[in-house]
Nanobody
Framework: QVQLVESGGGSVQTGGSLRLSCTAS????????MGWFRRAPGKEREGVAA????????CDTRSVKGRFTISRDNVKKIMYLQLNSLKPEDTATYYC??????????????????????WGQGTQVTVSS
């Protein structure tokens, strides 16, 4: 069983920064492709970013390009999401996800929540104007 625990959320003003962390319990962390998702109030959960097993390839959604950066440390078994230039529309609960299935690059799979089998409990990010 894989456990994922997010941390680093909080409340910031527009333009501020946060760094989210996702700590995994599994020794097979380096074999998992990982992703970050978010759910804003009244909206469906959406894919934010994803990263390949070795961390060499990353994908992100258009609304966060140039502002958010995904990374991972396979030794520490932690995935990160650096959030810069935050906007009120970034307010959401952020979830990390993991799966041991194939990595298909930045096509249609990485942002499909159905392609991930393991989820964290979420961490809240609130951006005020």
């Amino acid at each position: 069983q894989v456990q994922l625990v997010e941390s680093g959320g909080g409340s910031v003003q527009t333009g501020g920064s946060l760094r989210l962390s996702c700590t995994a319990s599994t020794s097979a962390f380096s074999s998992a492709r990982m992703g970050w998702f978010r759910r804003a109030p009244g909206k469906e959960r959406e894919g934010v970013a994803a990263i390949s097993r070795e961390g060499g390839t990353a994908c992100d959604t258009r609304s966060v390009k140039g502002r958010f950066t995904i990374s991972r440390d396979n030794v520490k078994k932690i995935m990160y999401l650096q959030l810069n230039s935050l906007k009120p529309e970034d307010t959401a609960t952020y979830y990390c996800a993991a799966d041991f299935g194939p990595w298909y690059g930045c096509g249609s799979t990485w942002y499909d929540e159905r392609s991930y089998n393991y989820w964290g409990q979420g961490t809240q990010v609130t951006v005020s104007s």
